[in-house]
């Protein structure tokens, strides 16, 4: 999905304005950094649905550098079904189990713990499969800029069970996956890449 241009130009300016925010100590450079993210902000309320001042809070939270936020995500399977789970806290809808890595967490312990916490399954990560800028694949435009980290995880234990994020768990075959997909969190060519990935094991990482 392509994204607005309005979107691409908002994230620079915020990324200039983030910047100049966290290494200058000038007052007057300081109020062009603000009025730099403020501009940013009103461009994306005027391009979205979102109030201009739950914008601006938004890119106010964001500290230090403007860089990107990692999404970790479990490819599992079990025989030749890969698990899914439907997501309770957006849109109700399936991917594959994963969420935010936390600092002083290294990318696979994040994904083993978020694989148990949605789905109830302890695995270990086995391989690293795909980092994705999420922008360059078929997912809809966000104003936070996303890398995707995709780890193939092999179950040791635990059994389906949903948490506060899920409410339901399943194994798919690649022939009957879901169609109401989070796509804000797995396209369906990802899931198609990865099983190719269980074909064929011997495949490099996929990257970009």
Not at 46 to 60: C, F, M, N, Y
Not at 92 to 118: F, H, I, K, Q
């Amino acid at each position: 999905m392509t994204e607005p241009n309005w979107l691409e130009w908002a994230r620079e300016l915020q990324s200039i304005a983030q910047m100049g925010l966290t290494y200058s100590e000038g007052v007057f450079d300081r109020e062009r950094y603000e009025q730099i993210r403020r501009i940013a902000a009103e461009i994306i309320a005027a391009g979205s649905d979102q109030p201009l001042q739950t914008v601006i809070d938004l890119l106010k939270n964001e500290p230090g550098p403007n860089t990107p936020k990692i999404d970790v995500r479990g490819v599992v399977f079990r025989d030749d079904a890969i698990l899914m789970v439907r997501e309770t806290l957006d849109d109700n809808r399936w991917t594959l189990p994963g969420g935010w890595a936390d600092v002083n967490e290294a990318p696979s312990e994040a994904v083993v713990r978020e694989v148990w916490e949605e789905s109830g399954f302890r695995t270990r990560a086995v391989q690293l499969l795909a980092l994705y800028d999420k922008q360059r694949h078929d997912h809809p435009p966000g104003l936070i800029y996303v890398y995707k980290v995709f780890f193939l995880c092999e179950i040791t234990g635990g059994e389906a069970q949903g948490s506060i994020e899920t409410s339901e768990v399943a194994f798919f075959r690649e022939a009957d996956l879901p169609h109401d997909l989070s796509r804000g969190r797995i396209s369906r060519g990802q899931l198609h890449r990865f099983f190719e990935y269980h074909r064929n094991p011997a495949l490099p990482t996929d990257f970009d």
